[in-house]
């Protein structure tokens, strides 16, 4: 593909995925995308055939990215505690550049959640049972005392990073934020969500 035709592909997908993250599967539009990434009809149907085809690839482009990349941190011999610190940077990372992510993926696991559960990237994630392997080793060492398993760990990172995006508009408007208080705000989370959760191991 020449660096015109991915540059182009890449406009297709930004504006796809600010116009599925706003609206939807069933809301979006075609047409909208179109306008959003300044091409004709006719060019975005030459890269995504169908809108079906554009909406799997805007899942890969973020859950499913998302997944991908936490998986690697599990990659050699991970301390825990840098590990957890490094996965919620990765989450709150990804939901600061793609704020309306959180909301689009509750939204499909409502309405059709087999277009989250029949990816085939989700079908080979296991960061539950990696987690279960870290926490043990960590137990035998004497670092942790929780009895928590992988799973439980990490609903409750994705609740504690993922909830204030899921919750902005109300946070914004009861502390009178603006867009830079906002950030502001989630960027702190970030260090008082490791703190929490290493202390809750700990202990």
């Given at each position: 593909?020449t660096?015109l ?9 930004s504006?796809?995925?600010t ?7 069933k809301?979006?539009r075609?047409?909208l ?8 009809r ?6 995504y055939?169908?809108k079906e ?7 890969l482009?973020?859950f499913?990215?998302?997944i991908q990349h936490a998986q690697k ?5 991970p301390?825990l ?6 996965l919620?940077?990765?989450?709150a990372?990804?939901l ?6 959180a909301?689009?993926v509750?939204?499909i ?5 087999e ?7 989700v ?5 539950p049972r ?5 926490l ?7 670092e ?11 609903l409750n990172i ?13 946070i914004?408007y ?20 490791k703190?929490f ?7």
């Open positions: 593909m660096e035709n991915q540059k182009t592909k890449a406009k297709i997908l504006a796809a995925e116009v599925f993250h706003e609206n939807g599967f809301g979006a075609t047409t995308i179109a306008e959003r990434a300044k091409v004709s006719t060019m975005l149907h030459y890269y055939s169908t085809d554009l909406f799997h690839e805007v899942l482009n973020s499913g990215f998302f941190l599990f990659e050699g011999e301390d505690k840098n590990l957890i610190d490094r919620i940077d990765l989450l990372d990804a600061h550049e793609k704020p309306g992510l909301t689009f509750v939204n696991l409502n309405s059709s959640p277009i989250i559960t029949g990816l085939q990237i079908k080979d994630e296991h960061l990696l987690f279960d392997e870290l043990e080793k960590a137990r035998q060492k004497g942790i005392h929780s009895k928590i398993d992988g799973e439980n760990l990490l994705y609740g504690m990073v993922a909830m204030p995006y899921l919750g902005a508009p109300l914004k009861k502390e009178n934020r603006d867009q830079e208080g906002m950030h502001a705000f989630l960027n702190n989370r970030k260090d008082i969500i703190s959760v290493w202390n809750g191991l700990k202990h």
